[in-house]
């Protein structure tokens, strides 16, 4: 079973940037990777999706550049760069992963099939 490990969460100021990790125990090659994120008292949401193959990439908009995902198949990791971060993006960040390879333009949380345990990322001054 596929596990997942994040890191590189922390407190940061508005305006900062921050990169988060997301380490596999096997294989990625074949999955659709995304990034999920929990505030306080909020359901959780989608952040961002790459499929398998890479060609395709998705954002939420409140996102939407000022992140940017990526993969490293050869090192079974994948990371979220996020840029101007903003006292909003407070969160409990969770990295995933589904079998289909997918990435869809609507990222929807129940086809995940693996999470990370989180990582708690500060906006604050």
């Known amino acids: 079973q596929l596990q997942l490990v994040e890191s590189g969460g922390g407190l940061v100021q508005p305006g900062g940037s921050l990169r988060l990790s997301c380490a596999a125990s096997g294989n990625l090659d074949y999955y659709g990777i995304a990034w999920f994120r929990q505030a306080p008292g909020k359901e959780r949401e989608a952040v961002s999706c790459i499929s398998s193959s890479g060609s395709s990439r998705n954002y939420a908009d409140s996102v939407k550049g000022r992140f940017t995902m990526s993969r490293d198949n050869a090192k079974n990791t994948f990371y979220l760069q996020m840029n101007s971060l903003k006292p909003e993006d407070t969160a409990v960040y969770y990295c995933?992963?589904?079998?289909?390879?997918?990435?869809?333009?609507?990222?929807?949380?129940?086809?995940?099939?693996?999470w990370g345990p989180g990582t708690q990322v500060t906006v604050s001054s």
């Open positions: 995933a992963a589904e079998r289909l390879g997918d990435c869809p333009q609507s990222i929807i949380i129940q086809t995940y099939d693996y």
